[in-house]
C-alpha cells in the first residue's frame, strides 16, 4: 500500500477548490460523476461494440471523456463506455481528516476492500457523496475511493483579511511554486479554513486557494457587539435553543454531557478555559468530532475587565492557540468569564462575544432539579442557556433539560447557529 504524500500530489490540478465540478480537460484532473442506474460498460462507444462488464446505480465513477451521448469511465476494477445519460455530475464538499493517526483510503467501500493509501490526519479532502454502511467517496489528489465518514469533519470557516499592503498571490497549491491564480488586494475579506505548513486555505468570493498564512489577520470588529439572545426563527419554523457549556473540558463530566447530546441528537456550544484544553486534546477533539461548537473562555479564567488590555489579549490569544492546536481550528465564539465586558475587552475581540438568556446557576446550587427549574421558568425561542461542564450535577440534569424542551417544540443548534 502507497502513503499518499502531504503536497508531493495535493490538489495539483484544483481550480475549484471547494466548489465542485473539476474540468474535464484540466491536465491531471479528476472528474467523479454517479451512475443513476444500471448500466452496461461496452469496450467502444457504441452498442455494436463488445460488452465487458456493467456497473450498478449508485457506484461513483471516474470519467476521463465525454461525446455524442457517451462517457468513458473508470471504476475500481472495469474501463470502458457507458451511455452518458445514466450519469449525473457531482459537486464536492471540501472536509478534514480528523482521525487521529490519519485514515485508510479504501477501492470499495468496506475495510475488506483492496487498500488505496493512507489519508494524514488534517488534511483536507473532497467528498462527493455516501455509500451504505458509514462510508464517503472522496477524491485526494488524484486519488479517489472510500473512507469511513466519521474520520471526517466538515471544517467551520471563519472570515479574515488579507495583511499585505502590496497585496497577496492567490496561489493553486500551497507551494511558493504553486500556480499564481490572482492577486488579492491588502483588507479582502477571505474565508479561511486551515494553515498547513504556512499555508492558508481560503476563499474570497469565486476566487479559491492557498495564500501565505503569515499575510492573513484577525479582523478588528467595528461594533464589538455582544449577543445574549438568539434570533427568533420566522412563523411556522421550530423553535430553537442554544446549549451551553463553560469551563470544561472535564475529564469526569464532560464526556457525560457528551454521550447524553448525542442520545438526543442535540448539539450544543462548549466554551473551554485554555489550560483544561490543553490538558485535555483528545477530549476537545471529541467534542469537535461530534459536531459541536467550540468557543474560547480564556485561558485562566480571569476578569477580564480587571486586567491590561495586553493582559486580555493574552488570555483570549492564549486560548484560541490552544485550541487551535487541539483540533486545527480556531473558536467560533468568546464568552467572557462572568460576563465581564468592557469598552477595553470589546476592542480586542475579534469573534462574538456570547453571553446567555437564562443562567441555571448550576454552578452555585448543584442541584439537579433547579437546573431544570430556571429553565422552564424563562426559556423561550432563541434563549442562550448556561450551564456548566464540570459538575457532575449538571451532566445529571441534562438529559431532562433535553426531554423538557424536545416535548416543547424545541430544536438544539449552537450559538454561531442561532445568532442567524
Same mark, same amino acid.
Given at each position: 500500500?502507497?502513503?499518499?504524500?502531504?503536497?508531493?500530489?495535493?490538489?495539483?490540478?484544483?481550480?475549484?477548490?471547494?466548489?465542485?465540478?473539476?474540468?474535464?480537460?484540466?491536465?491531471?484532473?479528476?472528474?467523479?460523476?454517479?451512475?443513476?442506474?444500471?448500466?452496461?460498460?461496452?469496450?467502444?462507444?457504441?452498442?455494436?461494440?463488445?460488452?465487458?462488464?456493467?456497473?450498478?446505480?449508485?457506484?461513483?465513477?471516474?470519467?476521463?471523456? %465525454?461525446?455524442? =451521448? $457517451?462517457?468513458? &469511465? *473508470?471504476?475500481?476494477?472495469? #474501463? +470502458? !463506455?457507458?451511455?452518458?445519460?445514466? /450519469?449525473? @455530475?457531482?459537486?464536492?464538499?471540501?472536509?478534514?481528516?480528523?482521525?487521529?493517526?490519519?485514515?485508510?483510503?479504501?477501492?470499495?467501500?468496506?475495510?475488506?476492500?483492496?487498500?488505496?493509501?493512507?489519508?494524514?490526519?488534517?488534511?483536507?479532502?473532497?467528498?462527493?457523496?455516501? %455509500?451504505?454502511? =458509514? $462510508?464517503?467517496? &472522496? *477524491?485526494?489528489?488524484?486519488? #479517489? +475511493? !472510500?473512507?469511513?465518514?466519521?474520520? /471526517?469533519? @466538515?471544517?467551520?470557516?471563519?472570515?479574515?483579511?488579507?495583511?499585505?499592503?502590496?497585496?497577496?498571490?492567490?496561489?493553486?497549491?500551497?507551494?511558493?511554486?504553486?500556480?499564481?491564480?490572482?492577486?488579492?488586494?491588502n483588507k479582502t475579506i477571505v474565508q479561511y479554513y486551515i494553515t498547513l505548513a504556512g499555508?492558508?486555505?481560503?476563499?474570497?468570493?469565486?476566487?479559491?486557494?492557498?495564500?501565505?498564512?503569515?499575510?492573513?489577520?484577525?479582523?478588528?470588529?467595528?461594533?464589538?457587539?455582544?449577543?445574549?439572545?438568539?434570533?427568533?426563527?420566522?412563523?411556522?419554523?421550530?423553535?430553537?435553543?442554544?446549549?451551553?457549556?463553560?469551563?470544561?473540558?472535564?475529564?469526569?463530566?464532560?464526556?457525560?454531557?457528551?454521550?447524553?447530546?448525542?442520545?438526543?441528537?442535540?448539539?450544543?456550544?462548549?466554551?473551554?478555559?485554555?489550560?483544561?484544553?490543553?490538558?485535555?486534546?483528545?477530549?476537545?477533539?471529541?467534542?469537535?468530532?461530534?459536531?459541536?461548537?467550540?468557543?474560547?473562555?480564556?485561558?485562566?479564567?480571569?476578569k477580564l475587565t480587571t486586567l491590561s488590555i495586553a493582559g486580555v489579549k493574552q488570555e483570549?490569544?492564549?486560548?484560541?492557540?490552544?485550541?487551535?492546536?487541539?483540533?486545527?481550528?480556531?473558536?467560533?465564539?468568546?464568552?467572557?468569564?462572568?460576563?465581564?465586558?468592557?469598552?477595553?475587552?470589546?476592542?480586542?475581540?475579534?469573534?462574538?462575544?456570547?453571553?446567555?438568556?437564562?443562567?441555571?446557576?448550576?454552578?452555585?446550587?448543584?442541584?439537579?432539579?433547579?437546573?431544570?427549574?430556571?429553565?422552564?421558568?424563562?426559556?423561550?425561542?432563541?434563549?442562550?442557556?448556561?450551564?456548566?461542564?464540570?459538575?457532575?450535577?449538571?451532566?445529571?440534569?441534562?438529559?431532562?433539560?433535553?426531554?423538557?424542551?424536545?416535548?416543547?417544540?424545541?430544536?438544539?443548534?449552537?450559538?454561531?447557529?442561532?445568532?442567524?
Amino acid at each position: 500500500m502507497k502513503k499518499i504524500l502531504p503536497y508531493a500530489i495535493f490538489l495539483t490540478f484544483l481550480t475549484g477548490l471547494f466548489a465542485g465540478q473539476l474540468s474535464a480537460n484540466a491536465e491531471g484532473s479528476v472528474v467523479i460523476q454517479k451512475v443513476i442506474k444500471d448500466l452496461v460498460i461496452y469496450e467502444e462507444s457504441t452498442t455494436n461494440s463488445a460488452e465487458i462488464g456493467k456497473v450498478s446505480k449508485g457506484t461513483y465513477v471516474n470519467v476521463t471523456q %465525454a461525446s455524442k =451521448g $457517451w462517457t468513458h &469511465i *473508470q471504476t475500481s476494477d472495469q #474501463t +470502458g !463506455y457507458v451511455t452518458s445519460d445514466g /450519469l449525473v @455530475k457531482l459537486k464536492s464538499e471540501g472536509y478534514l481528516v480528523i482521525q487521529k493517526g490519519g485514515t485508510t483510503l479504501f477501492k470499495a467501500p468496506s475495510q475488506n476492500a483492496q487498500q488505496v493509501g493512507k489519508l494524514y490526519e488534517g488534511r483536507v479532502i473532497y467528498v462527493y457523496g455516501t %455509500a451504505p454502511g =458509514g $462510508w464517503s467517496f &472522496i *477524491q485526494y489528489g488524484e486519488d #479517489t +475511493g !472510500y473512507v469511513a465518514t466519521n474520520a /471526517l469533519k @466538515k471544517p467551520v470557516p471563519t472570515k479574515k483579511q488579507i495583511n499585505a499592503e502590496a497585496g497577496t498571490e492567490l496561489r493553486l497549491t500551497a507551494s511558493p511554486n504553486g500556480e499564481v491564480l490572482g492577486t488579492l488586494a491588502n483588507k479582502t475579506i477571505v474565508q479561511y479554513y486551515i494553515t498547513l505548513a504556512g499555508w492558508a486555505y481560503i476563499e474570497a468570493g469565486d476566487q479559491k486557494g492557498y495564500v501565505k498564512a503569515s499575510e492573513l489577520a484577525n479582523i478588528q470588529l467595528t461594533d464589538n457587539k455582544v449577543y445574549n439572545k438568539g434570533v427568533p426563527v420566522a412563523k411556522g419554523a421550530k423553535k430553537r435553543v442554544a446549549l451551553t457549556f463553560d469551563d470544561g473540558p472535564n475529564a469526569k463530566v464532560t464526556p457525560q454531557i457528551l454521550a447524553t447530546l448525542k442520545k438526543y441528537d442535540a448539539k450544543a456550544t462548549f466554551f473551554m478555559v485554555g489550560k483544561n484544553v490543553s490538558r485535555n486534546a483528545t477530549l476537545v477533539n471529541q467534542v469537535y468530532a461530534a459536531g459541536h461548537e467550540i468557543g474560547n473562555h480564556t485561558f485562566d479564567h480571569k476578569k477580564l475587565t480587571t486586567l491590561s488590555i495586553a493582559g486580555v489579549k493574552q488570555e483570549v490569544n492564549g486560548t484560541s492557540n490552544a485550541i487551535y492546536a487541539a483540533i486545527g481550528q480556531y473558536p467560533t465564539v468568546f464568552r467572557p468569564p462572568y460576563g465581564a465586558m468592557n469598552d477595553q475587552v470589546r476592542s480586542v475581540m475579534t469573534i462574538p462575544s456570547i453571553l446567555w438568556s437564562i443562567d441555571t446557576l448550576d454552578w452555585k446550587h448543584h442541584n439537579a432539579d433547579k437546573i431544570l427549574a430556571y429553565v422552564k421558568a424563562s426559556v423561550k425561542d432563541g434563549s442562550i442557556i448556561l450551564m456548566h461542564d464540570i459538575h457532575q450535577t449538571t451532566a445529571n440534569g441534562l438529559e431532562n433539560v433535553i426531554l423538557y424542551l424536545q416535548k416543547q417544540g424545541y430544536e438544539f443548534v449552537t450559538v454561531s447557529e442561532i445568532l442567524q
